[in-house]
C-alpha cells in the first residue's frame, strides 16, 4: 500500500487542522493507520492510531483531548482532526500503516508499522 499525507500548513495556536492520509492498493480495510510526528532534532513520536474498523482509537498524552482521528475505508483515507494546537505540535506529520487481525491491538510504536507515507509539516505559531 501506498500512503499520501496532506493537510498540513502554518497556523496559530490554538488554531485547528485536518492532516488525510490517503492510501492506494486493495484492502485497506485490512490495516491498522497511525500517525507519528517529528520535530527538529527530536525523535519520531506516536500521536494517534486507528484500528481496521476504527473502534480503537488510542493517542498519545500529549495530544488526547485535542485530536481526533477516524476513517473512512470506502474512501481508504484516514484523518487527524486537530484542535487547540499549540507550538510545541509543530513537526512533520506522517502515516503510517501495518496489516493486521480483525482483533490485533492497535500499535503505538514506530517500528511496527510496515508502510509509510511523505509527511505534511505542521506549524504552529505562538
Known amino acids: 500500500v501506498q500512503l499520501q499525507a496532506s493537510g498540513g500548513g502554518l497556523v496559530q495556536a490554538g488554531g485547528s487542522l485536518r492532516l488525510s492520509c490517503a492510501a492506494s492498493g486493495h484492502s485497506f480495510s485490512r490495516y491498522t493507520v497511525g500517525w507519528f510526528r517529528q520535530a527538529s532534532g527530536k525523535e519520531r513520536e506516536f500521536v494517534a492510531a486507528?484500528?481496521?474498523?476504527?473502534?480503537?482509537?488510542p493517542c498519545a498524552d500529549s495530544v488526547k483531548g485535542r485530536v481526533t482521528i477516524s476513517r473512512d475505508n470506502a474512501k481508504n483515507t484516514v484523518y487527524l482532526q486537530m484542535n487547540n494546537l499549540k507550538p510545541e505540535d509543530t513537526a512533520i506529520y506522517y502515516c503510517a500503516a501495518v496489516p493486521s487481525i480483525l482483533t490485533a491491538p492497535v500499535r503505538a510504536t514506530a517500528s511496527e508499522y510496515h508502510y509509510w507515507g511523505q509527511g505534511t509539516k505542521v506549524t504552529v505559531s505562538s
Open positions: 486507528i484500528s481496521r474498523s476504527g473502534g480503537s482509537t
